[in-house]
């Protein structure tokens, strides 16, 4: 293949950002964000200079009408926005901003479930024979009274609820405001294919799938098999991670809907297919399709659940390059709205400097989530905020809040993300912690990113190059990306000690990007130095 740009889509070169829309700015006074509010920080995002991180997409997590019982993941209507948002008119002008600055936009689609108050399912209930009943997964009581199988909610408890008016069980495998539609209907997958069609209509650039791998269940709905590795520590109520996902996800069926997806994309023009999956390797891989008419870009979360070390990093590298097809392209997440900040994970601030430059490094789609780029740390959320449905249902422990906590932009009243109480308290350290501050400030986080990202952006070999890795020192993940001539070296040193790496075959090289903003320069390559948690990239 030639390695002309022009082979590779926006979404192959480009870097999405996630906006979890709650928490980004809220500009009605509510203490929630809005889409206003994404609208207004769009400069933030791409106004076209270096001083904006210039990311080429955004991907809003929902904002449709929704009870709100799982922030928006409960969509009482797939076709409009809530309220509490904006309306459809600003989803349009956020649209039509978002492409005047070169931006793509994508959006959450959550095809798994809708809320229990969408019009289907209150039909849904109302009889058994009512036409919408099969739209659902309603089943008879066992015997003894019991629900249809062993399955759990993965925000604990079984998921099935009991209508004690029509006397059947229906699934639901978060909340048991979260019915599950049963995709094996062919009226479902019809309105769900409009609903599609209604956003792409609308001018967006593709969608990022929720729990695309579970819409499709076993026929016979059987038992799932206990999980002989379930952690032992689990509360009590999580049903779900008992037991093995053998019957509930990734079955063999879900290509043929997936393909069925694809097609509606691709009827528009360059539009993406991303969705959220985490089975093991072989399972996940199917999700690009045979030939590549599936997904484009089932989300890679490997790396966020590796351990700090440079060997468990580049493994987890190793093996996706080694089982991807020629056609499928990599990519990265390190942060969600869903895990613990990426700080807080792997261990500080040093850290997550040599985690940015890896995500922005390494061959494939990278996904920034909010606040990221400024450091941000898990926050703390007193017992009796908890909003997350997960941190209260399984224990605070599990909340999800400490993820969505207020972007901070300045140190104003409430990081001047709001002019009242947010909906989650703003982070301690948002006086020190915001993108002004850190703006003027020229090592801090939010300026390694805007490096990084123009960096990667002047570099086909970071862009689309071939991924190589060197096996040079164990503390360090140490590899060379290149395209046409062009090289270029990263070394990321995961460890608090210096470290001496003699790079193979080579002799000079230019450092011109280090994750302590601090150095440019000739080095040799032979002698290489990195200095505690550094991490550099070496033009050859
Ligand atoms: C995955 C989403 O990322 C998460 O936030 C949500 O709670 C579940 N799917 C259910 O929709």
Not at 124 to 146: A, L, M
Not at 288 to 316: C, I, T, V
Not at 521 to 538: F, K, T
């Amino acid at each position: 293949m030639s390695q002309d740009k022009g082979n590779f889509q926006w979404w192959q070169r480009g870097v999405v950002y996630q906006i979890y829309p709650r928490s980004f700015k809220d500009t009605t006074a509510n203490g929630v964000g809005d889409l206003q509010g994404i609208i207004e920080k769009l400069d933030y995002l791409n106004d076209g200079s270096p001083d904006s991180l210039a990311v080429d997409a955004i991907w809003i997590s929902p904002f449709y009408p929704s009870p709100m019982v799982d922030f928006g993941y409960d969509v009482s209507d797939y076709c409009d926005v809530d309220p509490l948002f904006g309306d459809l008119a600003t989803f349009d002008r956020l649209v039509a901003e978002a492409h005047r600055r070169n931006m793509k936009v994508i959006i959450d689609w959550v095809p798994n479930h809708t809320s229990d108050q969408h019009p289907w399912f209150v039909e849904s209930r109302r009889s058994r024979e009512n036409p919408k009943r099969e739209w659902y997964i309603w089943r008879d009581p066992k015997p003894d009274g019991s629900p249809p199988n062993n399955w759990g909610s993965f925000f604990g408890g079984p998921a099935w609820t009991l209508d004690t008016e029509t006397g059947q069980y229906y699934l639901h495998q978060f909340v048991p405001e979260q019915p599950d539609l049963n995709w094996r209907n062919p009226e479902v997958r019809d309105a769900m294919f409009e609903t599609l069609r209604y956003w792409l209509d609308r001018g967006v650039d593709g969608f990022r799938m929720d729990v695309i791998g579970l819409i499709i269940k076993d026929e016979q709905l059987r038992d799932n098999p206990p999980d002989p590795d379930a952690l032992p520590d689990l509360p009590k109520n999580d049903l779900f991670h008992r037991l093995l996902q053998v019957y509930n996800m990734d079955q063999d069926e879900v290509h043929e809907v997936l393909k069925e997806i694809r097609r509606v994309l691709d009827a528009y023009e360059e539009r993406v297919a991303i969705g959220e999956l985490w089975g093991p390797l072989p399972r996940w891989i199917k999700y690009y399709g045979e030939d590549g008419d599936e997904l484009h870009l089932p989300f890679n979360f490997r790396l966020m659940r590796q351990p700090w070390q440079a060997k468990a990093m580049r493994q987890s590298v190793d093996e996706l390059e080694t089982a991807l097809p020629g056609f499928a392209w990599p990519n990265y997440v390190l942060g969600n709205h869903d895990i613990p900040r990426l700080v807080s994970r792997f261990g500080g601030q040093v850290q997550a400097r040599v985690a940015a430059m890896m995500l922005l490094t390494l061959r494939g789609t990278p996904t920034l989530y909010y606040g990221d780029e400024l450091g941000m740390e898990n926050g703390v959320i007193p017992p009796d905020k908890i909003q997350d449905p997960q941190g209260i249902n399984l224990g605070p422990e599990w909340s999800r809040d400490v993820a969505r906590t207020p972007m901070q932009w300045d140190d104003g009243s409430y990081a001047a993300f709001s002019t009242v109480e947010p909906w989650l308290p703003v982070s301690a350290d948002y006086q020190s912690q915001n993108v002004a501050s850190q703006s003027a400030d020229p090592t801090s986080m939010l300026n390694l990113y805007r490096r990084l990202l123009r960096y990667r952006r002047s570099s086909p070999a970071l862009q689309w190059g071939r991924y190589l890795p060197l096996d040079v020192e164990e503390d360090c993940f140490v590899y060379l990306r290149e395209v046409d001539g062009e090289r270029r070296l990263v070394a990321l040193n995961f460890v608090d000690e210096a470290r001496h790496l003699s790079i193979p075959g080579e002799a000079w090289g230019r450092v011109v990007l280090s994750t302590h903003l601090d150095r440019e320069e000739l080095v040799d390559l032979s002698r290489l130095q990195l200095r505690p948690y550094e991490g550099i990239i070496v033009e050859l």
